[in-house]
């Protein structure tokens, strides 16, 4: 039985695949053709600049380069490194919704891929950046409990806390480094799967510092440029052990001591339109 496709209303207008009765999505011949090319651009890319810990966790994952992997044998390899498995998702999902699947060990990954036109950049997440950035490193149990472990917190937290929780996601999870005995190297998904982020965030152009998680929770980010900053860890262990520290208690310390400076112009409002 083939699943029907279900709108959504998002600010791309994608449409995701939802799975038939035994977890298959049929994807079309130019979706896979998509994955193929942004796999073989970023293979080329990531090598020499991801951790080896990622690299471990691709080679586990084993993905498919000439067609979107399915959920279910993402989640076989998952299961078996971590616990942890996938959540099929209509694109972007309300905070609640996210927290609840991270702290049950379920990674969301909406099940659509950007179309050619928008190969470099997208503004929501598709199943490339989930599964391909994100989902190799959930195989390095460091890694998988840091992730799990703000899942949990998040669920308790007001909104105000959440946002403070999200730097400090945005400074590890999504666009980290961590310092390795081959060289300083990429571990974070919103890099790993950017082709522009990759080669930027090893220049010379960036500030890379140290990381320190109460620094990390007092950044302001912006999603839709290039970082100006990105913070190093001394290893992946670093988020096992912050994982055990008292997170909430930085969090309302940050929160005292307030945001730095952005290191970027503020966002440019959009331009109104002249009147007749």
């Keep these: 039985?083939?699943?029907?496709?279900?709108?959504?209303t998002s600010k791309t207008g994608y449409r995701v695949?939802?799975?038939?009765?035994?977890?298959?999505?049929?994807?079309?011949?130019?979706e896979n053709a998509t994955w193929q090319t942004l796999m073989e651009r970023q293979l080329?890319?990531?090598?020499?600049?991801?951790?080896?810990?990622?690299?471990?966790?691709?080679?586990?994952?084993?993905?498919p380069r000439d067609r979107v992997p399915q959920l279910a044998d993402i989640d076989h390899v998952l299961r078996d490194a971590t616990g942890w498995e996938t959540a099929q998702v209509p694109a972007l999902i309300p905070f609640d919704t996210f927290f609840e699947l991270l702290a049950a060990r379920r990674f969301p990954v909406a099940t659509f891929i950007r179309s050619p036109e928008e190969m470099d950049y997208l503004k929501e997440p598709d199943i490339f950046h989930e599964i391909f950035g994100h989902c190799p490193?959930?195989?390095?149990?460091?890694?998988?409990?840091f992730t799990a472990t703000y899942g949990r917190l998040g669920l308790n937290a007001t909104p105000k806390e959440r946002i403070y929780l999200a730097r400090l996601y945005w400074m590890t999870v999504e666009f980290g480094l961590?310092?390795?005995?081959?060289g300083r190297r990429i571990y974070g998904g919103g890099i790993i799967s950017s082709p522009k982020e990759t080669l930027h965030a090893l220049s010379d152009t960036p500030l890379h510092a140290p990381f320190d998680p109460m620094d990390a929770l007092r950044t302001p980010y912006r999603i839709d440029i290039l970082q100006p900053l990105y913070y190093?860890?001394?290893?992946?262990?670093?988020?096992?052990?912050?994982?055990?520290?008292?997170?909430?208690?930085?969090?309302?310390?940050?929160?005292?001591?307030g945001l730095f400076?952005?290191?970027?112009?503020?966002?440019?409002?959009?331009?109104?339109?002249?009147?007749?």
């Design 232 to 257: 190093v860890l001394d290893s992946l262990e670093t988020l096992h052990e912050l994982s055990e520290r008292d997170i909430m208690g930085m969090v309302h310390e940050a929160m005292e001591l």
């Design 17 to 30: 695949h939802m799975p038939d009765d035994d977890g298959y999505i049929t994807w079309s011949t130019r």
């Design 1 to 8: 039985m083939k699943a029907q496709d279900t709108p959504i």
């Design 137 to 145: 490193m959930l195989t390095n149990p460091a890694f998988a409990e």
């Design 178 to 182: 961590v310092d390795t005995a081959e």
């Design 44 to 63: 080329a890319l990531v090598e020499g600049r991801v951790c080896r810990e990622y690299l471990d966790g691709l080679e586990r994952l084993a993905l």
């Design 261 to 276: 400076e952005p290191r970027f112009p503020p966002k440019p409002k959009p331009t109104e339109a002249a009147s007749a």
